[in-house]
């Protein structure tokens, strides 16, 4: 299974494309990422990637399975390590459902309630 990484720099429709294209091509993909801006970006790339693959002749759709993961980390200047909670985001293809589909318009506030 192939393992993408995420930052808080990531750019959203790149990291979409990524997942849709081993959606298409493996049926699963993880993300491997650390901190709260990482997972915000992680999560809107996941919302990308399910109208990418909605689009598709083949429609499919995404399921997302998060887990805690302790990794160790050397630092390069030292020779310390430390341990860092990571998260990873288990993204497997599943059926399309229409009455869960991601809509391409966003809600108006009204439509929301």
Do not use: W, Y
């Amino acid at each position: 299974m192939t393992t993408l990484k995420a930052s808080g720099n990531t750019q959203i429709q790149k990291l979409a494309g990524a997942i849709a294209g081993n959606i298409r091509q493996e049926g699963e993909v993880q993300i491997s990422l650390v901190g709260a801006s990482a997972l915000n970006q992680a999560m809107k790339a996941c919302i990308v990637a399910r109208r990418f693959l909605k689009d598709d002749e083949n429609k499919c759709d995404i399921a997302i399975q998060p887990e805690f993961v302790m990794q160790n980390f050397s630092d390069n200047a030292s020779a310390e390590t430390r341990e860092v909670t990571t998260i990873m985001l288990h993204i497997k293809k599943v059926d399309f459902d229409p009455e869960h589909a991601v809509s391409s318009d966003v809600p108006k506030h009204e439509e929301a309630l």
